[in-house]
């Protein structure tokens, strides 16, 4: 068992730059591939970036490339979500989740942090 809480989420304007964190509990973070999800208002949530357990894999959605880079630091069991030139449409509730292992599905989930992008 996991249990992950997020930070980071705010309100800024469009252009503007946050990091997205994530620390998880217990003593196993490196047994886990980590990710973030979003779910803007009237849509499905939707997949944003994964990073593997090593940090030697990360993939990034359409939506995030060139612009969002995950990370992660085993040392403070964090895993980080850099958001450059965020958009309006960036707006959502953005999810930490965990997987053990590298492959499956997400199975544990953050109660998610709030981003708010303005005009």
């Known amino acids: 068992q996991v249990q992950l809480v997020e930070s980071g989420g705010g309100l800024v304007q469009a252009g503007a730059s946050l990091r997205l964190s994530c620390t998880a509990s217990g003593r196993t973070f490196n047994t886990y591939s980590m990710g973030w999800f979003r779910q803007a208002p009237g849509k499905e949530r939707e997949f944003v970036a994964a990073i593997s357990r090593s940090g030697s894999v990360r993939v990034h959605a359409d939506c995030a490339k060139g612009r969002f880079t995950i990370s992660r630091d085993g040392a403070k069991n964090t895993v980080y979500l850099q958001m450059n030139s965020l958009k309006v449409e960036d707006t959502a509730i953005y999810f930490c989740?965990?997987?053990?292992?590298?492959?499956?599905?997400?199975?544990?989930w953050g109660q998610g942090t709030q981003v708010t992008v303005s005009s």
């Open positions: 989740v965990a997987r053990y292992n590298d492959g499956g599905a997400f199975d544990y």
